[in-house]
T-cell receptor, first 115, second 109 residues
Framework: DAGVIQSPRHEVTEMGQEVTLRCKPI?????LFWYRQTMMRGLELLIY????????DSGMPEDRFSAKMPNASFSTLKIQPSEPRDSAVYFC?????????????FGAGSRLTVL | AQRVTQPEKLLSVFKGAPVELKCNYS??????LFWYVQYSRQRLQLLLR??SRESIKGFTADLNKGETSFHLKKPFAQEEDSAMYYC???????????FGEGTQLTVNP
């Protein structure tokens, strides 16, 4: 397995543009997480899915952020419109849900720069 | 609500010196604690978990429920230990991990 695959690895865009980040979890994993990493706040959980269903999106900063998981092998995180303060590294991670199985496998991350 | 605190954003030691990265948590249930590490230009990866009670790359961490701490320790730091370290708390119900702010460890030659 190639692990968790994220694209794009780097994205530079201008304020106001739409940004779509993509994630392919590990086959057989039924939980998927989107995290945002910044120097000031570390790793923040934005949203997570169990069996393709969003369970907790309380970490999503505001309505400009949305996430979908149409099937077990694909998820997107969309920012529309983007703002400079959204600049960060966005990580996707997957795991097998269950007690004692909180071991996440992370993707390489998508570094977003909004000018 | 669960919370993880890593009081030091930056920690610098010399090679061969002991190192301790602090982690405190608050959680009303029975916690699962983890340490994740991110080496330069690599993915975030699991270093160790408290239920395994094992030593990985010379690192150990003991869960102290009385002090609600899960400090990461290594008696003799190596240059290759330089990385960002995150403490994480897993909920009793499974799945969700809450991370601390991270500590950037630098081991100087």
């Amino acid at each position: 397995d190639a692990g968790v695959i994220q694209s794009p690895r780097h994205e530079v865009t201008e304020m106001g543009q739409e940004v779509t980040l993509r994630c392919k979890p590990i086959s057989g994993h039924n939980s998927l997480f989107w995290y945002r990493q910044t120097m000031m706040r570390g790793l923040e959980l934005l949203i997570y899915f169990n069996n393709n269903v969003p369970i907790d999106d309380s970490g999503m900063p505001e309505d400009r952020f949305s996430a979908k998981m149409p099937n077990a092998s694909f998820s997107t995180l969309k920012i529309q419109p983007s703002e400079p303060r959204d600049s960060a590294v966005y990580f996707c991670a997957s795991s097998i849900r269950g007690r004692g199985a909180n071991v996440l496998t992370f993707g390489a991350g998508s570094r977003l720069t909004v000018l | 609500a669960q919370r993880v605190t890593q009081p030091e954003k930056l920690l610098s030691v010399f090679k061969g010196a002991p190192v301790e990265l602090k982690c405190n948590y608050s959680y009303s249930g029975s916690p699962e604690l983890f340490w994740y590490v991110q080496y330069s230009r690599q993915r975030l990866q699991l270093l160790l978990r408290h239920i395994s009670r094992e030593s990985i790359k010379g690192f150990t961490a003991d869960l102290n429920k009385g002090e609600t701490s899960f400090h990461l320790k290594k008696p003799f730091a190596q240059e290759e230990d330089s990385a960002m370290y995150y403490c994480a708390l897993g909920e009793t119900s499974g799945s969700r991990l809450t991370f601390g702010e991270g500590t950037q460890l630098t081991v100087n030659p």
